[in-house]
């Protein structure tokens, strides 16, 4: 039987958070989701599967490096991708007043 978690790749489970758009958790295969901190469901909600996939350094993925992921899945047991932030959270409550250069 191959190996598919080593120090270098994992077997990986990618989850999609019922409760806030854009929020994944990646978590090794083989480990159980009720692993899980519990403080940490509340937040993420109802694990949505979306994929399993192998997770090498070489891997692409879209918002954070496959190095990153792999550390934190070995060093906590999971990781928590957060949604990107929107300019609107950026800036707050502040609505810039509208003048001739504000529009």
Known sequence: MTEYTSDIKRFCSIYK???KKEMYL???RKYDLKKLPETLMPIFGQPL???DMILTP???L???SSEKVLKMIADKGYFLQMPPLDNDDIAGDYVAPKDS???
């Open 17 to 19: 958070s019922s409760k």
């Open 58 to 60: 070489e891997k692409k």
């Open 62 to 64: 879209a918002r954070v």
């Open 49 to 51: 599967h979306v994929m």
């Open 101 to 103: 250069l504000n529009g």
């Open 26 to 28: 990646y978590v090794d």
